[in-house]
Structures are given as C-alpha cells and as structure tokens.
C-alpha cells in the first residue's frame, strides 16, 4: 500500500506571494491533519479535513487555508507569504481521524519563503 | 491547552546501550493517548510507540518500552540494545477526543547513537 505523499517536496517563494501544497491520503484514508514544523515553535497543528469539511483548526491566521477534495486529496494554500511562514508542512493520513486511529505522515514539504 | 514538554534536548548512547527519553505532559483529560514519534534526517514522522491512558500496562515495541506514571503524567521512552538506526529526532506527543484529536508535540530530544 502506498504511503501518504506531499508534493512538492522543495519550494521556494517570495514574500507577498501564494503557495498550495498538496497531500495524498493512504487509499482508503478520510481523514488529512496538516502540521507546521519551525526551529522556533516545533510542531503546531493547523488544521483537519475528513469527508470534504474541516473538523478542525490551530490557532493560525486566515492566510492559512485549505480543502479536501472527493477522493480524499487535500491541500492546503498560504497566502500573503511571510519570512516567518517558512517551515516544514507535513500532513498526516488516518482512516477516520479517531484518536484510536493510527496516523501516517508524509515526508513534508520544504518552503522557504525569501 | 495541553502542553508536553521534553526536557531534554540532545541526548546521546553508546551502541548496545540503553538510553531513556523524558516526557511530561500536563492535561485534565482522563481519556487521552501518548505517543513516541521518530523523525530521521528525512524527516518523515514514524510511529514508535503509543499508550492508552486507560491502560495500566506499560507499551513495549520490540526494543522500545514507556515508563507511564498516569499520577506523575509522565511518559518516558527506553530504546534498548541501541542501533545506529536508532538516531533522530524523538518528539513525545498527546492526543485527546476531548481536543479536537490534534497531536499537541514536546518540542524533541535529538538521540546521537556512538559507534
């Protein structure tokens, strides 16, 4: 079985621009959580999608946004780049997203943002 | 909101020893979940371990056991026979129904294995 994938894996953006980045759930998989990895402030949660609708968000402001499509695909868009928006995004796939659920993640996409 | 905390952030082994992670956790939850994640230089998150707050019993993967002290909310890991597979990053990391499911992660204990 395939794992979850994220493209792109590398990007690099200026400041004042947009980005989405798009992950792949494991076939099967309804649920897709997205996590910002930072030196500074670790790992935070931003937010998950199960079956087309948001279930939940961190604490990010609304530059941050995303969507899950029919087939579980999901992807997550960041407009108005800043510096501090360079990080690692990882998204993780569960079946239903219960805590009870294992979750796999991604290998993350690289953004630096210049 | 809950908050885990890794006091530790670089620790090192000797190969074929036994080295132990810290992790505390604070919550008022009663039905939560914790778990050990690797991250190796690739940087994709790998499951380690994971516990049920409401067993009693200690989690043991092969190599890899948990110290749970519900009372003391603490959580450590112990990785025995260290291998030099075994170097990354090491996050501890919580979860509860009653939070939305979102992992709430320390901010990790980078593990060196010396040959």
């Known amino acids: 079985k395939a794992g979850v994938t994220q493209t792109p894996r590398y990007l690099i953006k200026t400041r004042g621009q947009q980005v989405t980045l798009s992950c792949s759930p494991i076939s099967g998989h309804r649920s897709v959580s997205w996590y910002q990895q930072t030196p500074g402030q670790g790992l935070q949660f931003l937010f998950e999608y199960f079956s087309e609708t948001q279930r939940n968000k961190g604490n990010f402001p609304g530059r941050f946004s995303g969507r899950q499509f029919s087939n579980s695909r999901s992807e997550m868009n960041v407009s108005t780049l800043e510096l501090g928006d360079s990080a690692l995004y990882l998204c993780?796939?569960?079946?239903?997203?219960?805590?009870?659920?294992?979750?796999?993640f991604g290998p993350g996409t690289r953004l630096t943002v210049l | 909101a809950q908050t885990v905390t890794q006091s530790q952030p670089e620790m090192s082994v000797q190969e074929a020893e036994t080295v132990t992670l810290s992790c505390t956790y604070d919550?008022?939850?009663?039905?939560?979940?914790l778990f050990w994640y690797k991250q190796p230089p690739s940087r994709q998150m790998i499951l380690v371990i994971r516990?049920?707050?409401?067993?009693?019993q200690n989690a043991t993967e092969n190599r890899f056991s948990v110290n749970f002290q519900k009372a003391a909310k603490s959580f450590s890991l112990k990785i025995s026979d260290s291998q030099l597979g075994d170097a990354a990053m090491y996050f501890c990391a919580y979860r509860s129904p009653n939070t939305g499911n979102q992992f709430y992660f320390g901010t990790g204990t980078s593990l060196t294995v010396i040959p």
């Open positions: 516990q049920e707050a409401y067993k009693q």
């Open positions: 919550t008022s939850e009663s039905d939560y979940y």
């Open positions: 993780a796939s569960s079946l239903n997203g219960g805590v009870s659920n294992e979750q796999f």
